[in-house]
């Protein structure tokens, strides 16, 4: 115990100061918000948290989307868990230097990452593996139906995937697509970045994954019929679609649900998987929510903060289909027209004067973030427009 000028002046004893007390924290659910935020509170929070406890249901699926990632993911997963390239590649990942967009806008247009960077695709179901078994969490295998009410924690977060919650609770959001057809293509493939490729009725994202590619037919069904959709994906790539979903686009009003609780992952929002922009922004939703946890950020801003940056990721997305495609089809006269229809969300229109305003080195080392894109996205985009 310290001894203050006061108490040695005025002979009394100051009470010894308490050690805050640590955190508990659970995450309900195994998938990728489950995992995002399990590692990101194991790296930031290990001073002022107990060990995570995950609940885990091994009867629910993991998702089968949300194969490829950000390289602000792909460096939580190597710090966390220490998986790397050559010495640790548990996860089966294969190198993603960026996005290859083929037959949108007025040309063919590759999303580089910085030079200095590299992301990773992945299996979702290998990183659960990895999370589970890491020995970094105690893991409970147990169903959860109300998380306040079951779980004795500081903190909840409600991983659980698509929420069947009040609809009043969401606000939806514009995509022009609402369905997809995933189909896998067994074998090796030295494909070293995500194709996105424009077809008649949507686009079609290829993965390339260890011993086989991953595709994901994106399309509207109102405006096209599924056994269209499957003979096109069967045409263009010469697969067969395995599964198909169906899905709204939509980000929740409020991320906190009672006291204690704070939704991640789909129960928060959803939008199409151009970008990979989700496991970035259940990333975002674990940092924010950390400003109220660990801070004294009110509630309120947190939930607002979570929206602005969804809108951002609607725009951001939208803005892909303004110039529509080398298809003159209902589809991509739709999507055009929604850009059209669209106001910019958040410093779009700010991003977009930088363009002009940086040279390469301003771009690269930039820090105006419009939700996960720095400037030098935004350049390479506008640049495809002119």
């Known amino acids: 115990m310290s001894i203050t000028r006061e108490s040695f002046l005025f002979g009394f004893q100051e009470p010894e100061k308490k050690k805050p007390r640590k955190k508990k924290i659970a995450i309900v659910g195994a998938g990728l918000a489950g995992c995002i935020t399990a590692m990101h509170y194991h790296l930031y929070g290990r001073n002022m948290q107990e060990k995570i406890t995950i609940y885990h249901d091994p009867n629910v699926p993991i998702e089968e989307t949300g194969q490829g990632t950000t390289p602000n993911i792909a460096g939580l997963i190597f710090i966390a868990l220490d998986n790397s390239w050559y010495t640790h590649n548990r996860l089966d990942a294969t190198k993603k230097f960026g996005i290859s967009y083929e037959g949108f806008a007025k040309r063919d247009i590759f999303h580089t990452f910085a030079f200095n960077t590299v992301s990773c695709h992945y299996r979702p179901n290998l990183l659960t ?11 409970v295998e147990k169903n959860i139906d109300d998380p306040e009410s079951e779980i004795d924690s500081d903190w909840i977060f409600d991983c659980r995937g698509r929420t069947k919650n009040n609809p009043d609770d969401y606000e939806s959001l514009t995509s022009p697509v609402n369905s997809v057809l995933l189909a896998t293509k067994p074998g090796e493939t ?9 077809t008649p009725d949507g686009w079609t994202f290829v993965i390339p994954n260890k011993d086989s590619t991953s595709y994901g037919y994106l399309y509207n069904n109102e405006i096209t019929d599924t056994e269209i959709a499957k003979k096109n994906l069967r045409e263009f790539f010469d697969v067969e679609p395995h599964n198909e979903l169906t899905f709204d686009s939509y980000v929740a009003k409020d991320i906190w649900r009672g006291e204690r609780t704070v939704i991640n992952g789909n129960r928060v929002g959803f939008i199409e998987p151009m970008e990979a922009s989700s496991a970035a922004f259940y990333k975002n939703i674990a940092e924010y929510s950390w400003d109220h946890i660990h801070g004294k950020v009110p509630k309120h801003f947190i939930s607002a903060r979570v929206r602005h940056t969804m809108k951002q990721i609607e725009t951001f997305l939208l803005w892909h289909y303004a110039h529509g495609s080398k298809y003159d089809t209902p589809f991509w006269k739709h999507a055009k027209s929604l850009w059209e229809e669209h106001t910019p969300h958040g410093d779009f229109n700010k991003m977009i004067e930088l363009c002009d305003k940086r040279n ?3 771009h690269a080392v930039g820090t105006d973030l419009y939700a996960q894109w720095y400037t030098y996205s935004f350049k390479q985009w506008r640049d495809a427009y002119i």
């Open 129 to 139: 593996k990895m999370i589970l078994e890491s020995d970094l969490f105690d893991v």
């Open 360 to 362: 390469l080195i301003e």
């Open 190 to 198: 030295d494909l070293e970045y995500t194709r996105s490729v424009a």
